[in-house]
């Protein structure tokens, strides 16, 4: 007799009963049976027949008894397949193994709700914090937020699970924020370019407070970069830093980040004047001097570390008796600054690499209504009203 052939299934009678039965591969490659017992011959059939041609489809859904935990720590570890960025992998394994795994990473994957999914983001709103100070702020609660989901959409492809919880959990609310609550004004960005005009790395705080690049784009700059008689420098790499780990040299954000930015004639003396003084010191240190091309190094020519610039930046601004803002904050700074000075949005877009005119408009929209009065105002006077 010859053998039924693999993926037909089978149907057999038992004690006046129809037992029908199939076997299939679940998303982990692991064989698998499901039976059913049936009062009739067709039933058996037909609810063979449905299953049989779901799993040939690939819509059979089982994560068998893995558990929340054990599918995480497999789906960070396939996370290097997929060629994301160094601090967005760093981001889901702080999610994953610092909050989720110790919350829900017991719950069998194929049990986990929307409701448990809810309630786990509720009581880190509440007291969520590592440290035990209370709960984690609204974008944090979003970050665990879209980790699961990324996670779980996953799984959802590997025909572990049929739907993402995620999707029917409500999302965690963020209010709006002003980015610009907490900016300096032009008055204050000179103060502080006024008392850090001694600090060895005085051309960086100038580039920074003058171009509106972020952090890593700053860290990221080379001479051939710069183009001293036309006033102009280019974007076209990063050097970021993951948990105090060795500095990372990549591409941009994305394509719009990689763009040219002007900057004004005080700085392109800065940076001849820069020039001369990093030459001195390549001099001084002779054969210790690390060979590259980086516009901002330490006395032996190694590039800045972008955590180290932002630690120097706030000693900077505590010794000169300042408002403490971040890095990130000084970039707000500089576009606040150029709206309010009335210069088009689009430009503003095009210096700080935004991908679109919308982020920006968006991200500084506190700003817009004094514009829009500003402007009527000016039509008034053109129209001698």
Same mark, same amino acid.
């Given at each position: 007799?010859?053998?039924?052939?693999?993926?037909?299934?089978?149907?057999?009678?038992?004690?006046?009963?129809?037992?029908?039965?199939?076997?299939?591969?679940?998303g982990?490659?692991?064989?698998?049976?499901?039976?059913?017992?049936?009062?009739?011959?067709?039933?058996?059939?037909?609810?063979?027949?449905?299953?049989?041609?779901?799993?040939?489809?690939?819509?059979?859904?089982?994560?068998?008894?893995?558990?929340?935990?054990?599918?995480?720590?497999?789906?960070?570890?396939?996370?290097?397949?997929?060629?994301l960025?160094?601090?967005?992998?760093?981001?889901?394994?702080?999610?994953?193994?610092?909050?989720?795994?110790? /919350?829900? !990473?017991?719950? %069998? *994957? +194929?049990? #986990?709700?929307? $409701?448990?999914?809810?309630s786990?983001?509720?009581a880190?709103?509440?007291?969520?914090?590592?440290?035990?100070?209370?709960?984690?702020?609204?974008?944090?609660?979003?970050?665990?937020?879209?980790?699961?989901?990324?996670?779980?959409?996953?799984?959802?492809?590997?025909?572990?699970?049929?739907?993402?919880p995620?999707?029917?959990?409500?999302?965690?609310?963020?209010?709006?924020?002003?980015?610009?609550?907490?900016?300096?004004?032009?008055?204050?960005?000179?103060?502080?370019l006024? /008392?850090? !005009?001694?600090? %060895? *790395? +005085?051309? #960086?705080?100038? $580039?920074?407070?003058?171009?509106?690049l972020?952090?890593?784009?700053?860290?990221?700059?080379?001479?051939?970069?710069?183009?001293?008689?036309?006033a102009?420098?280019?974007?076209?790499?990063?050097?970021?830093?993951?948990?105090?780990?060795?500095?990372?040299?990549?591409?941009?954000?994305?394509?719009?980040?990689?763009?040219?930015?002007?900057?004004?004639?005080?700085?392109?003396?800065?940076?001849?004047?820069?020039?001369?003084?990093?030459?001195?010191?390549?001099?001084?240190?002779?054969?210790?001097?690390?060979?590259?091309?980086?516009?901002?190094?330490?006395?032996?020519?190694?590039?800045?570390n972008?955590?180290?610039?932002?630690?120097?930046?706030?000693?900077?601004?505590?010794?000169?008796?300042?408002?403490?803002?971040?890095?990130?904050?000084?970039?707000?700074?500089?576009?606040?600054?150029?709206?309010?000075?009335?210069?088009?949005?689009?430009?503003?877009?095009?210096?700080?690499?935004?991908?679109?005119?919308?982020?920006?408009?968006?991200?500084?929209?506190?700003?817009?209504?004094?514009?829009?009065?500003?402007?009527v105002?000016?039509?008034?006077?053109?129209?001698?009203?």
């Amino acid at each position: 007799m010859s053998r039924r052939p693999k993926g037909t299934g089978n149907i057999r009678e038992r004690d006046g009963r129809y037992q029908a039965r199939y076997s299939y591969v679940d998303g982990y490659g692991k064989r698998r049976q499901r039976s059913g017992m049936f009062d009739t011959r067709t039933a058996a059939r037909a609810w063979l027949n449905q299953h049989l041609a779901e799993a040939g489809s690939g819509r059979i859904t089982d994560a068998g008894g893995i558990t929340v935990g054990e599918y995480l720590i497999d789906w960070l570890g396939s996370l290097g397949m997929q060629q994301l960025e160094a601090a967005t992998v760093s981001w889901y394994q702080s999610a994953a193994l610092r909050h989720i795994i110790p /919350a829900l !990473g017991k719950v %069998r *994957l +194929a049990k #986990l709700s929307a $409701v448990q999914i809810e309630s786990f983001l509720a009581a880190k709103a509440e007291s969520g914090r590592l440290d035990d100070k209370g709960g984690l702020g609204p974008a944090s609660v979003r970050r665990l937020q879209v980790t699961l989901h990324k996670a779980l959409d996953a799984a959802v492809r590997k025909g572990l699970l049929a739907t993402n919880p995620v999707d029917l959990a409500d999302k965690p609310k963020i209010p709006p924020s002003d980015v610009t609550e907490t900016v300096w004004t032009p008055e204050t960005m000179t103060a502080f370019l006024s /008392a850090t !005009g001694t600090d %060895r *790395l +005085a051309p #960086l705080w100038q $580039v920074a407070s003058m171009t509106g690049l972020r952090r890593s784009e700053l860290c990221g700059l080379q001479w051939p970069d710069i183009e001293l008689d036309s006033a102009v420098l280019s974007v076209k790499r990063a050097r970021i830093q993951i948990n105090g780990g060795k500095p990372i040299t990549k591409g941009p954000k994305s394509a719009a980040s990689r763009r040219v930015v002007d900057f004004d004639a005080e700085m392109v003396n800065v940076l001849r004047r820069w020039k001369v003084a990093q030459l001195e010191e390549r001099l001084r240190a002779g054969t210790a001097w690390e060979s590259g091309e980086w516009l901002f190094t330490n006395e032996i020519g190694q590039p800045v570390n972008p955590e180290w610039v932002g630690k120097r930046f706030r000693r900077l601004i505590a010794d000169a008796g300042l408002p403490i803002i971040t890095m990130r904050q000084l970039r707000h700074s500089h576009a606040t600054a150029l709206l309010k000075a009335g210069v088009h949005p689009k430009v503003v877009q095009e210096r700080l690499g935004h991908s679109s005119i919308s982020v920006t408009m968006d991200i500084y929209s506190s700003v817009l209504p004094g514009m829009q009065r500003e402007a009527v105002e000016r039509l008034a006077t053109m129209m001698g009203r």
